[in-house]
């Protein structure tokens, strides 16, 4: 009977602790909230507006509380994505997400349209539309489909061991040569469209070199594209004969000068004597001449300014003179007389005639 009892004890023992393992999975999914979550699944957002108490925050086990918490608001947002409908992509299952409903601020503004380019504007101007290619194209010589661009392209002539002449160019000209270099060219000019429209979209201007292709060349641009095409030779224009009356180009600075590196070394010795004396000099060195001259411009700026201050205030006065004793009026001042020589001078009023020129 012991025996039988003691098994019977082992098998309860062992019912309850199923029962508990059960409650206790069945706890790890299931969340009771007084109030329910709002819950933003588009942006993976659960807002909790239960209210918290602060003797939670503010005893010793405040980290298990938060850490409580925010794993039961997980488990709930995470039981909402499991609502919605799933799929299988290979091995795994994905859950598509609905359209956010919280507004996000942003860290940057948004981007700005990027402008159109002057082809752009020019064909919405005149209405063309862009047509779509396709990739590969018929080569009548390989007769076979090629690619339109690129390696192996459609009708490459640049793999002919034999090219005919023209008429009008010159026998001796290499026509390989020529036909390298009009490509070189064509590269250089699509380059240049693309800075130059990188340039208008940021509102800069195009560093020119030389003469950029623009609709009407200045003055200016004439003469540094002048100055550039003779610096571009290998002695850097040293030999290069100017223009009769050419003028230097403006902005191109000056060419820094240094000592040489081997030679006479004098001059260099007596330049660093002279700066380790001005250091060890307890007083400045001052230039006498020079500084007599500064002083004597000041004060010829100084006097030249008091004069016309004062010449200012004479010609105030003799304007007012003017306004206070008009020619035909009465009182101390009257109209102004001419002497002989034509210096005016001042007369007695005389019933309105001209007062008579005095004496010299």
Same mark, same amino acid.
């Given at each position: 009977?012991?025996?039988?009892?003691?098994?019977?004890?082992?098998?309860?023992?062992?019912?309850?602790?199923?029962?508990?393992?059960?409650?206790?999975?069945?706890?790890?999914?299931?969340?009771?909230?007084?109030?329910?979550?709002?819950?933003?699944? &588009?942006?993976?957002?659960?807002?909790?507006?239960?209210?918290?108490?602060?003797?939670?925050?503010?005893?010793?086990?405040?980290?298990?509380?938060?850490?409580?918490?925010?794993?039961?608001?997980?488990?709930?947002?995470?039981?909402?994505?499991?609502?919605?409908?799933?799929?299988?992509?290979?091995?795994?299952?994905?859950?598509?997400?609905?359209?956010?409903?919280?507004?996000?601020?942003?860290?940057?503004?948004?981007?700005?349209?990027?402008?159109?380019?002057?082809?752009?504007?020019?064909?919405?101007?005149?209405?063309?539309?862009?047509?779509?290619?396709?990739?590969?194209?018929?080569?009548?010589?390989?007769?076979?489909?090629?690619?339109?661009?690129?390696?192996?392209?459609?009708?490459?002539?640049?793999?002919?061991?034999?090219?005919?002449?023209?008429?009008?160019?010159?026998?001796?000209?290499?026509?390989?040569?020529?036909?390298?270099?009009?490509?070189?060219?064509?590269?250089?000019?699509?380059?240049?469209?693309?800075?130059?429209?990188?340039?208008?979209?940021?509102?800069?201007?195009?560093?020119?070199?030389?003469?950029?292709?623009?609709?009407?060349?200045?003055?200016?641009?004439?003469?540094?594209?002048?100055?550039?095409?003779?610096?571009?030779?290998?002695?850097? &224009?040293?030999?290069?004969?100017?223009?009769?009356?050419?003028?230097?180009?403006?902005?191109?600075?000056?060419?820094?000068?240094?000592?040489?590196?081997?030679?006479?070394?004098?001059?260099?010795?007596?330049?660093?004597?002279?700066?380790?004396?001005?250091?060890?000099?307890?007083?400045?060195?001052?230039?006498?001449?020079?500084?007599?001259?500064?002083?004597?411009?000041?004060?010829?700026?100084?006097?030249?300014?008091?004069?016309?201050?004062?010449?200012?205030?004479?010609?105030?006065?003799?304007?007012?003179?003017?306004?206070?004793?008009?020619?035909?009026?009465?009182?101390?001042?009257?109209?102004?007389?001419?002497?002989?020589? &034509?210096?005016?001078?001042?007369?007695?009023?005389?019933?309105?005639?001209?007062?008579?020129?005095?004496?010299?």
């Amino acid at each position: 009977m012991s025996n039988m009892a003691t098994a019977s004890c082992n098998v309860d023992e062992l019912l309850a602790q199923a029962e508990r393992d059960e409650a206790e999975k069945l706890r790890s999914i299931a969340v009771d909230k007084e109030l329910e979550l709002e819950f933003d699944l &588009g942006n993976l957002l659960a807002c909790d507006k239960n209210r918290l108490e602060t003797r939670d925050f503010t005893g010793e086990e405040k980290h298990d509380f938060l850490r409580s918490l925010a794993r039961d608001n997980t488990q709930l947002l995470i039981n909402e994505l499991w609502k919605l409908p799933t799929e299988r992509i290979q091995e795994a299952v994905v859950a598509k997400l609905p359209e956010p409903t919280t507004p996000l601020p942003r860290e940057k503004p948004p981007p700005r349209p990027r402008p159109p380019t002057k082809w752009e504007q020019f064909a919405k101007l005149k209405g063309i539309q862009k047509k779509k290619k396709t990739n590969l194209v018929w080569d009548e010589t390989a007769k076979e489909w090629r690619r339109r661009w690129g390696y192996k392209r459609a009708k490459d002539n640049t793999n002919e061991w034999l090219i005919e002449v023209p008429q009008t160019a010159d026998p001796n000209e290499d026509q390989f040569v020529k036909r390298i270099t009009a490509k070189k060219e064509r590269v250089a000019k699509n380059e240049l469209n693309r800075l130059r429209n990188i340039a208008r979209a940021q509102k800069l201007k195009v560093p020119g070199m030389g003469l950029t292709p623009v609709s009407r060349q200045s003055k200016d641009d004439l003469v540094r594209a002048a100055s550039v095409a003779r610096t571009s030779t290998a002695s850097v &224009g040293k030999f290069q004969e100017r223009l009769p009356k050419e003028k230097p180009a403006k902005g191109t600075g000056k060419r820094r000068k240094f000592q040489p590196v081997i030679g006479d070394f004098s001059a260099e010795k007596d330049k660093q004597l002279e700066l380790l004396k001005m250091m060890e000099s307890k007083r400045p060195k001052l230039n006498v001449t020079k500084a007599v001259n500064k002083q004597m411009r000041e004060d010829d700026r100084e006097e030249a300014a008091a004069r016309n201050s004062k010449r200012g205030k004479q010609a105030g006065r003799k304007g007012r003179r003017d306004n206070a004793a008009p020619g035909k009026g009465k009182g101390k001042m009257g109209a102004r007389g001419k002497k002989a020589g &034509g210096k005016p001078q001042r007369g007695k009023p005389s019933g309105g005639k001209k007062s008579k020129p005095g004496k010299r």
